[in-house]
């Protein structure tokens, strides 16, 4: 398969985005040693967005590495999507003029790609599981439904999401790039 990663590591009050950059260069490196052809752009350093469209048409499963800041991704990588998901990626939003109040959103064209959400939280795992915890058993997906939506809108079909979890105040950086590798392997497999 050929995957893309868009790294949305960036700096960030203390933070420099480096454990979002080791995710993405690791799954490199996973992918890579599984067969898989991979290309990473990195949100903090310049880019095209003609080229980056190029890239998303290239692969056949694009994986989004992010820090989640205030419960969703960073600005950089909405501002990515502004500028990348639009001319070019789509022809329409799937409604018909003769029924147009149904079918919104089914007029994407990657209808053959894939795409991964790969989320780094201070958010302890409970957070998300627990129905008396903050986000009330809702998981972390429903954080992110707008960028799921953005995918889907694309055509794309969604694989299994990924998270480091306490990343702040209580990391098991080790633990986590041994489950994000198992968790790569499982999803993608050899080539």
């Known amino acids: 398969m050929n995957v893309f990663i868009v790294d949305s590591g960036l700096a960030y009050g ?15 490196e996973t992918l890579e040693a599984l067969g898989h052809k991979v290309q990473i752009t990195r949100l903090q350093d310049p880019y095209e967005p003609e080229k980056e469209r190029q890239k998303i048409l290239w692969a056949d499963a694009v994986i989004y590495q992010f820090p ?96 480091c979890n306490d990343v702040v105040k209580n990391p098991k950086i080790d633990s986590d790039l041994a489950r994000w590798k198992e968790h790569l392997t499982r999803v993608f497999g050899k080539a």
């Open 68 to 163: 989640a800041w205030w419960m969703e991704p960073p600005a950089a990588l909405k501002n990515y999507e502004d500028l990348v998901f639009g001319p070019g990626m789509i022809t329409g939003d799937g409604r018909h003029r003769d029924n147009p109040e149904h079918n919104y959103g089914t007029g994407g064209l990657l209808t053959d790609k894939r795409y991964m959400i790969s989320a780094t939280w201070n958010a302890p795992r409970t957070a998300f599981t627990d129905p008396k915890e903050f986000f009330e058993g809702r998981g972390m997906d429903a954080t992110f439904f707008g960028l799921h939506k953005a995918n889907q809108f694309l055509g794309m079909k969604p694989l299994p999401s990924f998270a």
């Open 14 to 28: 203390s933070s420099r985005g480096g454990l979002n950059h080791l995710l993405a260069d690791t799954a490199r």
